[in-house]
């Protein structure tokens, strides 16, 4: 049989919240050992290789739907976890378990919501991936609008695209020295197109050495919007002023043009110029959103707070950045 793609959205309040509890980290396996068979405990050591596997949970939900979609699952399905129009994460699914107390454990439910999301399914590793949900619905074949409101898991056919694409992302780019870092991007610059295969490559050398510059020596890093602290695979070097029209200087300049930020929202607000940051180094609101509420919320949570990687030397960047954003500045009501 080939893996089917389960789609999970983790846009609310509630679901940011339970990632960091259970797949920011992973769950110990002497807390599961405490409400599963010890057999379960042994398959989960076993197939995880000693490691603690990650864990999430679905709502049965009134109608019955969400257990008949939590049924459909089968080992070796992946979960892809999408916040704000983006899959930003997915998981190889190892093991599906009912436990009402297992759930309120891992989450911190409260006594009168015991067992909301008591459909579990355990994963033996969890990674980022960057795609759009527009995009993955027209790998799908599906529906360009479908917005993913609910947990589904689609069928075998409809989701080998999505799995292809997981299986093929490069998520450990190399962390070449600044020598190989400064030619990446004068090969870059003097003509060699960045749709062919070499060029790729030479990307991936910059982007690399901008990922060492700000992750080598940290197992953990704090977002400079949001202020939450991350292990790096779920963190983004990404660029203050745009890449593509940075001069040579500036790329060079990695001290200074890229910025830390998380892969759940943070990014993806920045680079759209829905968030930007003012002259004295303060995060504000840039276009409007007129629309989604789970993204409004993220933003008032973020507005107004210090952007703690602003600094004179990054002004300019940031300059350039807000002065981009086409849009006059509204706020929200």
Same mark, same amino acid.
């Not at 679905?58 to 969400?66: A, F, H």
């Given at each position: 049989?080939?893996?089917?793609?389960?789609?999970? *959205?983790?846009? /609310?309040?509630?679901?940011?919240?339970?990632?960091?509890?259970?797949?920011?980290?992973?769950?110990?396996?002497?807390?599961?050992?405490?409400?599963?068979?010890?057999?379960?405990?042994?398959?989960?050591?076993?197939?995880?290789?000693?490691?603690?596997?990650?864990?999430?949970?679905?709502?049965?939900?009134?109608?019955?739907?969400?257990?008949?979609?939590?049924?459909?699952? +089968?080992?070796?399905?992946? !979960?892809?976890?999408?916040?704000?129009?983006?899959?930003? %994460?997915? +998981?190889?699914?190892?093991?599906?378990?009912?436990?009402?107390?297992?759930?309120?454990?891992?989450?911190?439910?409260?006594?009168?919501?015991?067992?909301?999301?008591?459909?579990?399914?355990?994963?033996? /590793?969890?990674?980022?991936?960057?795609?759009?949900?527009?995009?993955?619905?027209? %790998?799908?074949?599906?529906?360009?609008? =479908?917005?993913?409101?609910?947990?589904?898991?689609?069928?075998?056919?409809?989701?080998?695209?999505?799995?292809?694409?997981? =299986?093929?992302?490069? %998520?450990?780019?190399?962390?070449?020295?600044?020598?190989?870092?400064?030619?990446?991007?004068?090969?870059?610059?003097?003509?060699? $197109?960045?749709?062919?295969?070499?060029?790729?490559?030479?990307?991936?050398?910059?982007? +690399?050495?901008?990922?060492?510059?700000?992750?080598?020596? %940290?197992?953990?890093? $704090? #977002?400079?919007? #949001?202020?939450?602290?991350?292990?790096?695979?779920?963190?983004?070097? !990404?660029?203050?002023?745009?890449? !593509?029209?940075?001069?040579?200087?500036?790329?060079?300049?990695?001290?200074?043009?890229?910025? *830390?930020?998380?892969?759940?929202?943070?990014? /993806?607000?920045?680079?759209? +110029?829905?968030?930007?940051?003012?002259?004295?180094?303060?995060?504000?609101?840039?276009?409007?959103?007129?629309?989604?509420?789970?993204?409004?919320?993220?933003?008032?949570?973020?507005?107004?707070?210090?952007?703690?990687?602003?600094? *004179?030397?990054?002004?300019?960047?940031?300059?350039?950045?807000?002065?981009?954003?086409?849009?006059?500045?509204?706020?929200?009501?």
């Amino acid at each position: 049989m080939m893996p089917k793609a389960a789609l999970q *959205p983790v846009t /609310d309040r509630e679901a940011q919240a339970n990632l960091k509890k259970s797949i920011f980290k992973p769950v110990p396996l002497e807390v599961i050992a405490q409400y599963l068979p010890s057999e379960k405990v042994d398959y989960l050591r076993e197939v995880c290789g000693g490691r603690d596997p990650y864990v999430w949970g679905v709502k049965p939900r009134s109608d019955d739907s969400g257990r008949k979609q939590w049924e459909k699952l +089968g080992i070796g399905d992946v !979960a892809f976890f999408a916040a704000f129009g983006r899959a930003v %994460l997915c +998981g190889s699914i190892v093991l599906r378990h009912e436990d009402e107390l297992l759930a309120k454990r891992i989450w911190n439910e409260a006594d009168e919501e015991i067992g909301s999301f008591p459909l579990l399914y355990f994963m033996s /590793d969890v990674k980022p991936v960057d795609f759009s949900k527009h995009f993955a619905n027209r %790998l799908m074949g599906t529906k360009p609008n =479908d917005n993913w409101q609910g947990f589904v898991v689609k069928s075998e056919e409809v989701s080998a695209p999505l799995i292809r694409l997981a =299986d093929e992302a490069d %998520l450990s780019p190399p962390a070449p020295a600044l020598d190989q870092f400064k030619s990446a991007i004068e090969q870059l610059l003097n003509g060699i $197109s960045e749709t062919d295969r070499k060029g790729s490559a030479l990307r991936r050398l910059e982007q +690399g050495h901008l990922r060492n510059h700000l992750f080598q020596t %940290l197992a953990t890093k $704090s #977002c400079a919007f #949001c202020k939450e602290t991350f292990d790096p695979e779920f963190m983004v070097a !990404a660029h203050v002023k745009k890449r !593509a029209v940075c001069s040579l200087k500036e790329r060079l300049d990695f001290e200074n043009i890229v910025i *830390p930020l998380c892969n759940f929202g943070c990014d /993806d607000l920045f680079e759209k +110029g829905y968030l930007i940051v003012d002259h004295a180094g303060l995060i504000q609101q840039g276009r409007s959103l007129e629309q989604s509420e789970g993204a409004k919320r993220r933003i008032r949570d973020i507005i107004g707070t210090n952007c703690n990687w602003w600094s *004179p030397t990054r002004e300019p960047y940031f300059k350039f950045h807000r002065t981009s954003v086409k849009e006059p500045l509204r706020k929200f009501r």
